[in-house]
């Protein structure tokens, strides 16, 4: 259960679960990461890889993002332990249950088993996770848009 500060309190940007929702083109990555470093390294593995990738350093900013952005956006990979032992598993949690098209890639060098609480969708890479395994994955879920021609 998402803790009061992962509660989304406007839900303006918020879609309903439908099939027109899961066709929509995806392109953003979201990396969520309170340690810079490492999250300036998983960006630039990302950009290199020519995937739209924004960083976050909290699960708050991320859900912030998310309400404006959440239709484009195709995955999410983020840190179990953010600002507190259990923020990045509410996170999960949280986006799971209010927008079930995003991918959910989530990581911790706390251990080496997905933690329980975890979504049933959501994949788990222990830190410290290996380039190729975490863009493979995040790849797979990125879904290219659509040219305007075909949007129109």
């Known amino acids: 259960m998402p803790t009061a500060a992962l509660e989304l309190t406007e839900r303006p940007g ?19 990461e309170d340690e810079l470093l490492v999250r300036e390294d998983a960006l630039d593995l990302l950009r290199r890889a020519g995937l739209d990738a924004y960083g976050f350093g909290s699960a ?11 239709q484009e956006t195709a995955a999410v990979f983020t840190d179990m332990w953010l600002e507190s032992a259990t923020e990045g ?16 890639l989530v990581t911790s060098g706390a ?10 969708k959501a994949h788990y890479v222990t830190k410290p996770w290996r380039p190729e ?14 040219s305007r021609s075909e949007a129109a």
Do not use: Y
Request: proline share 9%; charged share 20%.
């Open 60 to 70: 708050t900013d991320a859900l912030a993002f998310l309400r404006d952005h959440a």
């Open 89 to 104: 598993l509410d996170l999960a949690a949280t986006i799971n249950a209010t927008w079930p098209w995003i991918s959910l």
């Open 14 to 32: 918020i879609a309903h679960f439908d099939k027109e929702n899961m066709a929509m083109p995806r392109t953003l990555v979201l990396v969520v």
């Open 111 to 120: 251990t080496a088993r997905p933690p329980t609480g975890l979504p049933l």
């Open 133 to 146: 395994q975490v863009l493979r994955f995040l790849q797979k879920q990125v879904r290219p848009e659509c």
